[in-house]
T-cell receptor, first 110, second 111 residues
Framework: EDQVTQSPEALRLQEGESSSLNCSYT??????LFWYRQDPGKGPEFLFT???AGEEKEKERLKATLTKKESFLHITAPKPEDSATYLC???????????FGKGTSLLVTP | DVKVTQSSRYLVKRTGEKVFLECVQD?????MFWYRQDPGLGLRLIYF???????EKGDIPEGYSVSREKKERFSLILESASTNQTSMYLC??????????FGPGTRLTVL
């Protein structure tokens, strides 16, 4: 059975303090990975698709990387508006649905 | 841009009522999903549909049913609402590369 673990569960950063979020997984037939951002009370917003190990994608202060067993979401010089929960979901050969991690709740303080 | 809409942002119902949650997508996607999201439990799949009139149970289908009469519309039905169905309900639509796009969510409270 596919398993997805995100760490840390919660992260508090000061504005400008860079850090990384981790998504590790055990899946059969990995075809890539998705990252999402979710604001309180709203639906997850799609951020990135990573298709293969070694791939990187960037969007503003976020950079996502992928290996065969884990993905990182690097946040460079974060701002308070980056505060949100970040979810990952490996894309595998098993079935129609995605298996989402429980997320990392990020709080960036001024 | 993919757009997924849900019929209500907030809903308050009484125990035993029949509840309909509707979801519409505008991208002609074949696959649509219903999740519920609760603190500490993450996203849990209730049902999904891979084509019109076709549906599959997810991880927690008990107490729910679904309907998909048209490709763009996927409805979640709570036959007899109970307090343990108080939750955030999220609909998603899937692209060809399997990325899911979510609606804004419906916060359902059952009293």
């Amino acid at each position: 059975e596919d398993q997805v673990t995100q760490s840390p569960e919660a992260l508090r950063l000061q504005e400008g303090e860079s850090s990384s979020l981790n998504c590790s997984y055990t899946v059969s037939g990995l075809r890539g990975l998705f990252w999402y951002r979710q604001d309180p009370g709203k639906g997850p917003e799609f951020l990135f698709t990573l298709y293969s190990a070694g791939e990187e994608k960037e969007k503003e202060r976020l950079k996502a990387t992928l290996t065969k067993k884990e993905s990182f979401l690097h946040i460079t010089a974060p701002k308070p508006e980056d505060s949100a929960t970040y979810l990952c979901a490996p894309n595998s050969n098993s079935g129609y649905a995605l298996n989402f991690g429980k997320g990392t709740s990020l709080l960036v303080t001024p | 841009d993919v757009k997924v809409t849900q019929s209500s942002r907030y809903l308050v119902k009484r125990t035993g009522e029949k509840v309909f949650l509707e979801c519409v997508q505008d991208m002609d996607h074949e696959n649509m999903f219903w999740y519920r999201q609760d603190p500490g439990l993450g996203l849990r799949l209730i049902y999904f549909s891979y084509d019109v009139k076709m549906k599959e149970k997810g991880d927690i289908p008990e107490g729910y049913s679904v309907s998909r009469e048209k490709k763009e519309r996927f409805s979640l039905i709570l036959e007899s609402a109970s307090t343990n169905q108080t939750s955030m309900y999220l609909c998603a639509s899937r692209t060809a590369d399997r990325a899911q796009y979510f609606g804004p969510g419906t916060r359902l409270t059952v009293l």
